[in-house]
């Protein structure tokens, strides 16, 4: 944005050249000042050597720049020796005419001297170096060897101006190492003549660990990170750790994933975490929070996804075994392939040593879930600020990959529950809380989600069983004193359930008598209906008989009088 | 007639390699002060090699140049290296081993 402006406006822009090295064009914005000398200072074994080294061999492989290296302290053979330790081969480059290695060795026994000199030899053997392989990089290590070796350092002086000069006007990018001083940043002030960018390295013993790390002290015209980056030395070369964002621009997912615990996905509004997200569970000793690490990684590989498990506090067999007997068979995703566990004492490298290896891992193995338990393990051993800013740093690089990360942290019995030894509850998505309840002489297990960016969770405690089917969650019981876990919310339960059957029972023995009543009324009705019908008959027997009667007498009457008539008419 | 017990063997040749860059006023005088010792001290018995850098620039890897001008001492052994532009001849004398040790005088 501001470059652009300033093309805008028409100022130029400092350009850059891409040193290649991981992490430090991230940190510098893209690179070293292009054409312009870079003065690169530190401590004897701080680094300074095999990064400028680097610098060439990645100029030359990746960015056809070839290079060349002016070794004031060591020869040609052993360069290739010392390169070869990180890969790099530097005979095939000179035999491609991509590097050329120029090995300045000054005794000054044996050199006399006798009044006016100066250092044309140097530049007309650098220039000779510079055109044989048409080089746009230039590395001159350690320049100030040359105090060692003139006694006139007048000349010197005079003679370092004009070298620095002459290497803008070469158009070189340059790397000129220097030793660093008690009180300045290198012996003999080299600083003076680098105005553009300075680079320290320094190789730091603390708690009998060493630890290299990195500080851009100045970088003319470009904004850069000002902090001290911890850097590795490997077989691959030189990482910078991290390679972080300066900006919060995580592109976020909507997709939800499953915790491997179907109660606790419900608590989180039924469907678990987001995928992406940072997820912090603290707890004291005991509570669960290996155990929930466990159905997580299970749930991952169950979905077919990589998890990567560092255990900083167990072995990886040993975390196998005790999930095993809560009914997580890991064993199967590792044979598969899809979990890959890394089990190791942070106190056993430094912490940039540590955490690079971390990184590395992380870009090889390209998990979706990423396992950091605990990550307080990085506490107890280094500076507790360095601890931190490390670890804030690795969640947010693992963030900024997308990948789902699950850490869990141990808080001590006496502080406060609800605050995280590294602060670094702002940076997490969701944070499960993990807490022994103690009441009636017993200790439980009570988890509740303390936040869930963007997750309608559920506000309850819930009790945390551990089973040998796995964790279950339960719901708890409220009771004057508070939460009722345990045997007290067994005692409640099985008052509750005494209740419940009294009324049961109550209901059932009113049922019964409900039931006779209506059988009795039945027969009543039944009875009665029988009577009815004998009645009916009876009754309509008699109308029968009464009707027969009836007939009778007419009959009767209609004899008499056709009798009667017959007399008459006679 | 100098006295010099170290380098005293007659018919030991002194092969002298200048190393200059091109005709600079240094370059010159450095010239000019070696012609001038050598004529003293090893009549007959020199050989100067001028080696201007700018015509072979990959000529001062070998002799490890750095500072001009430089004057080596190739032979007798052991080599010797003198920068700067001879104008002390005091100095050249006591690099090129060829002032008269004041111990040796007093051994003589």
New interface residues.
């Given amino acids: 944005m501001v470059e652009e402006k300033r093309k805008e406006i028409g100022l130029e822009i400092l350009e850059k050249s891409p040193t290649g090295i991981k992490g430090l064009d991230d940190i510098t914005g893209g690179g070293l000042p292009q054409a312009r000398p870079t003065l690169l200072c530190g401590s004897a074994g701080s680094g300074k050597t095999l990064m400028a080294l680097e610098f060439l061999v990645r100029g030359a492989v990746l960015f056809n720049e070839p290079g060349v290296y002016m070794a004031f302290e060591e020869t040609e053979q052993e360069l290739i020796r010392n390169a070869a330790s990180l890969g790099f081969d530097l005979k095939k480059l000179i035999a491609e005419e991509k590097l050329a290695i120029d090995s300045v060795h000054i005794e000054r026994s044996e050199i006399e001297e006798t009044g006016e000199y100066d250092l044309e030899g140097l530049f007309i053997r650098l220039n000779q170096a510079i055109e044989q392989v048409s080089a746009k990089r230039v590395v001159l290590d350690t320049l100030e060897a040359l105090f060692s070796g003139f006694s006139n350092t007048g000349i010197l002086r005079a003679e370092l101006r004009r070298l620095f000069r002459w290497l803008k006007n070469k158009g070189v990018t340059a790397i000129i190492t220097g030793e660093q001083g008690e009180s300045a940043l290198t012996r003999h002030g080299l600083e003076e003549y680098v105005s553009d960018c300075v680079i320290l390295l320094e190789h730091v013993k603390r708690n009998h660990i060493y630890t290299r790390r990195l500080r851009i002290v100045k970088y003319r015209g470009t904004k850069h990170e000002t902090n001290d980056f911890p850097f590795l030395i490997d077989e691959d070369g030189i990482s910078i750790l991290p390679i972080t964002s300066l900006t919060l621009d995580h592109t976020v997912s909507n997709e939800r994933i499953s915790s491997g615990v179907v109660a606790l996905d419900e608590m989180l509004g039924g469907a678990g975490f987001y995928r992406g997200s940072s997820i912090l569970v603290s707890g004291t000793a005991g509570t669960g929070k290996t155990s929930l690490c466990g159905h997580m990684t299970e749930a991952a590989c169950r979905r077919g996804e990589k998890v990567l498990y560092f255990s900083f506090e167990e072995s990886s067999k040993q975390i196998m075994r005790n999930l095993g007997s809560i009914g997580l068979h890991l064993e199967q995703w590792q044979k598969k392939g899809l979990l890959q566990f890394r089990a190791e004492r942070v106190s056993l490298y430094g912490l940039e040593a540590h955490l690079t290896s971390m990184h590395k891992l992380i870009n090889s193995f390209k998990p979706a879930v990423v396992i950091l338990d605990p990550i307080n393990a990085y506490l107890s051993n280094d500076d507790e600020l360095e601890a931190k800013t490390m670890i804030v740093r690795l969640i947010d690089y693992i963030k900024s990959s997308h990948i789902t990360g699950f850490f869990t942290t141990l808080t001590s019995a006496a502080s406060v529950e609800q605050t995280t030894d590294i602060n670094i509850s702002s940076l997490m998505d969701s944070w499960l809380l993990l807490r022994g309840i103690e009441e009636n002489g017993e200790r439980n297990r009570g988890l509740y989600v303390l936040k869930s960016r963007g997750i309608a969770n559920s506000n309850q405690i819930r009790e945390f069983l551990i089973t040998s089917q796995g964790v279950e969650l339960k719901e708890v019981y409220l009771g004057s004193t508070g939460i009722l876990t345990g045997s007290s919310r067994m005692v409640q339960e099985l008052i509750d359930q005494e209740e419940e059957m009294r009324l049961e029972e109550k209901i059932n023995q009113l049922e019964l008598v409900l039931e006779r009543k209506q059988k009795a009324m039945q027969t009543q009705i039944e009875l009665s209906e029988m009577q009815m019908k004998a009645d009916e008959i009876e009754i309509k027997v008699k109308i029968d008989e009464l009707k027969r009667q009836y007939q009778r007498i007419n009959l009767r009457r209609q004899d008499v009088q056709a009798s009667r008539t017959k007399k008459g008419h006679k | 007639m100098n006295g010099n017990t170290k380098n005293s063997s007659e018919d030991e040749v002194w092969i002298l390699k200048l190393?200059v860059?091109g005709q600079?006023p240094?370059s010159v005088?450095?010239f000019r002060n070696l012609k001038k010792i050598c004529e003293e001290h090893l009549e007959g018995k020199y050989q100067i090699k001028i080696i201007d850098?700018?015509e072979n620039?990959?000529l001062?890897?070998g002799d490890?140049?750095?500072?001009?001008?430089?004057l080596i001492r190739q032979l007798p052994e052991p080599?010797?290296?003198?920068?700067?532009?001879?104008?002390?001849t005091e100095?050249?004398l006591?690099?090129l081993d060829l002032q008269p040790a004041k111990k040796g005088a007093f051994d003589g």
């Fill in positions: 190393y860059a600079s240094k005088t450095a850098l700018l620039p990959q001062g890897k490890q140049i750095l500072a001009i001008p430089t080599v010797k290296k003198i920068i700067g532009d001879l104008s002390n100095r050249v006591v690099g």
